[in-house]
């Protein structure tokens, strides 16, 4: 069964950091990863899907990397800013039902100028 | 334009009524879903159509009833309210051939007195 956990529950981090996210998955036969951020009282917004057969992704400041044989992924921040805080959350989809997101338990990420 | 609109965006409501969340989305995606947040922010899935089949039924009451009129549109009826139904339900949805990234409105947050 798979399990996803992410680390650490919680960041409180100055502006300008750059930081790393940490997202573990117990099955290795995934088909891709996707990780979202919510903001409080919104629905999520996805930031990068990275498939099986990537390494990593980059959109903009982000950067998502993914090592399947080890069952990590992190996405990476670079020089954050307050409007980065919101909850990041990584979802993994097995190979076997491509359908289905499992979801990490998230961090909270808090961004102080 | 939203993709993936819900309504109503709050629901307040007595225990043992019956009530519908509304789900549409104008992407043209083939699949649909409905997930649950729980008050520890865990989300989980309960249930996936796909072009008006029912794919996924994770272990959710048969108190809860998903219909799909037509491929953009997945409404969740609940039965007999309870309690612990309290959540914020969100719709999402996805096309295969775009490796089922998900798209997620923006929920509904459903309060059981």
């Known amino acids: 069964k798979q399990e996803v956990t992410q680390i650490p529950a919680a960041l409180s981090v100055p502006e300008g950091e750059n930081l790393v996210l940490n997202c573990s998955f117990t099955?290795?036969?995934?088909?891709?990863l996707q990780w979202f951020r919510q903001d409080p009282g919104k629905g999520l917004t996805s930031l990068l899907l990275?498939?099986?057969?990537?390494r990593e992704q980059t959109s903009g400041r982000l950067n998502a990397s993914l090592d399947k044989s080890s069952g990590r992924s992190t996405l990476y921040i670079a020089a954050s800013q307050p409007g980065d805080s919101a909850t990041y959350l990584c979802a993994v989809r097995n190979t076997y039902n491509t359908d289905k997101l499992i979801f990490g338990t998230g961090t909270r990420l808090q961004v102080f100028p | 334009d939203t993709a993936v609109s819900q309504t109503p965006k709050y629901l307040v409501t007595q225990m043992g009524n019956d009530k519908s969340i509304k789900c549409e989305q104008n992407?043209?995606?083939?699949?649909m879903y409905w997930y649950k947040q729980d008050s520890k922010k865990f989300l989980k899935i309960m249930f996936s159509?796909?072009?008006?089949?029912?794919?996924i039924n994770e272990t959710v009451p048969n108190r809860f009833s998903p219909k799909s009129p037509d491929k953009a549109h997945l409404n969740l009826h609940i039965n007999s309210l309870e309690l612990g139904d309290s959540a914020v339900y969100f719709c999402?949805?996805?096309?295969?051939?775009?490796?089922?990234?998900?798209?997620f409105g923006p929920g509904t947050r459903l309060t059981v007195l």
């Open positions: 992407l043209g995606h083939d699949t």
């Open positions: 159509y796909n072009n008006k089949e029912l794919i």
């Open positions: 099955d290795s036969a995934i088909y891709n």
């Open positions: 990275i498939q099986s057969s990537q």
């Open positions: 999402a949805s996805s096309q295969e051939d775009t490796y089922n990234e998900q798209f």
